[in-house]
Each structure stands twice: as C-alpha cells, then as structure tokens.
C-alpha cells in the first residue's frame, strides 16, 4: 500500500502564486510517475501535470508555463508550482502515483484564487 500526502493548498489572490506538496510513504517502487489532477465544483477531474522517477515532466498543454513540477527522489516527495494563479484554477488538487500497474490518490488539498 502506498500512501500520499498533500500540503500547500489554501487561499490566494489572484496573480498570486502557491506551491503543492505530496509525499509518498509505504510500498514504494523506484520506477513510478507521480503527478497532480485537479477537479474544479461540477467539473471532471483534470490533468494538470505528471513526472517520472527520471524527471521526465508532461503538463496538460493549457498550463503549461504558470505550473512546474519537479520531485525529490530522495524525499520520495512531489511538488507543483502554481504561479499567475487565475479564478479558474480553483480546485481540489490531488495527487497521485503510479506504479506497478496501479495507482494510489491522495485525499486532495483545496486551492482557491480568489480576491
């Protein structure tokens, strides 16, 4: 069992900037992606961005620029980035990790832009 931890999320003004973090714990596999989905009220949960345990980085094509993510191998720990952060990024973030042909979920943080 693989369990995740988020941290960072809260209330921010809009421009403003936040930075997410979900760390791994239990079963861990060297070779995994870990990344971050969002799901805004009434809305499907979204891609945001995903990373492997070779740093490789995708990030959904809409975000691509506000938001980086970056990991610590080490730390078995991922982290997400958000700056010019807009209205419409509000959401819970979650985190997740695959490997071994399965993946794991975080519980979600909230993120809110707001004014």
């Known amino acids: 069992q693989v369990h995740l931890v988020e941290s960072g999320g809260g209330l921010v003004q809009p421009g403003g900037s936040l930075r997410l973090s979900c760390a791994a714990s239990g079963s861990i596999f060297s070779i995994d992606t870990m990344g971050w989905y969002r799901q805004a009220p009434g809305k499907q949960r979204e891609l945001v961005a995903g990373?492997?345990?070779?740093?490789?980085?995708t990030y959904a094509a809409s975000l691509k620029g506000r938001f980086t993510i970056s990991r610590d191998n080490a730390k078995n720990t991922v982290y997400l980035q958000m700056n010019s952060l807009k209205p419409e990024d509000t959401a819970v973030y979650y985190c997740y990790r695959d490997q071994d042909g399965k993946r794991y979920w975080g519980q979600g943080t909230q993120v809110t832009v707001s004014s």
């Open positions: 990373i492997t345990n070779t740093n490789i980085p």
